[in-house]
């Protein structure tokens, strides 16, 4: 089946600092990109949609300035979040799809903890 | 109201039941239908995809009804590893536009 591939999969980081995460679909192309955040025993949230070549949607609420996210091919997103703050310690999936009605392909996801 | 929607549980059955969820989609311009598996601090996983007519994977069948706009889950003789969040999905808009329902949660117990 269809892979991407997401890393890190756990990062520590200190208050202030900022953290990129990568996600590649490595056997297909992903038009579009998904990133999502999870709260322990909450449903996951969408953070934003990002189509390749173009700037990414963001969900109401989700601040575009402190998550940056670049969808500069159909095989890598990332995203970038800025000046961390301790509230921002969550789980973040991305998820790829390709053109039409394909479903959705997860990364592994990484466990942020700011410390 | 939310516009994919799935009681979120948790359901508790023996090992051996069948149980059965739905999810509820509003927008009647839905195109496509995914059921995702999620178990604790892991990615989701896609489970299999819901047909017009229907399909069936082993234990899981996974049917689709238009006019009443839900897609419904079946698993028979649940197993303790079927334990686990069980998301639906719906793409419209040409696959543009993918809509998570928050899950339902399912322990299967000895």
């Known amino acids: 089946g269809a892979v991407v591939s997401q890393h890190p999969s756990r990062v520590i980081c200190k208050s202030g600092t900022s953290v990129k995460i990568e996600c590649r679909s490595l056997d297909f192309q992903a038009t579009t990109m998904f990133w999502y955040r999870q709260f322990p025993k909450q449903s996951l949230m969408l953070m934003a949609t990002?189509?390749?070549?173009?700037?990414?949607?963001?969900e109401q609420g989700v601040e575009k300035d402190k998550f940056l996210i670049n969808h500069a091919s159909l095989t890598l997103s990332t995203l970038t979040v800025t000046s961390a703050h301790p509230e921002d310690s969550s789980f973040y999936i991305c998820?790829?799809?390709?053109?039409?009605?394909?479903?959705?392909?997860f990364g592994n996801g990484t466990r942020l903890t700011v410390t | 109201r939310k516009e994919v929607e799935q009681d979120p549980g948790p359901f508790n059955v023996p090992e051996g039941a069948t149980v059965a969820f739905n999810c509820t989609y509003s927008?009647?311009?839905?195109?496509?239908f995914f059921w995702y598996r999620q178990d604790c601090r892991k990615e989701p996983k896609l489970l299999m995809s819901?047909?017009?007519s229907g399909n069936e994977d082993g234990r899981f069948t996974a049917q689709l009804n238009r006019a009443s706009q839900y897609i419904s889950l079946l698993i028979r003789d649940s197993k303790l590893s079927d334990s686990a969040t069980y998301l639906c999905?719906?793409?419209?808009?040409?696959?543009?536009?993918?809509?998570f329902g928050a899950g339902t949660r399912l322990f299967v117990k000895a």
């Open positions: 990002s189509n390749e070549g173009s700037k990414a949607t963001y």
């Open positions: 999905v719906v793409n419209r808009a040409g696959g543009f536009k993918t809509i």
């Open positions: 998820s790829g799809k390709g053109q039409g009605f394909s479903p959705l392909h």
């Open positions: 927008n009647s311009a839905s195109q496509s």
């Open positions: 819901v047909y017009s």
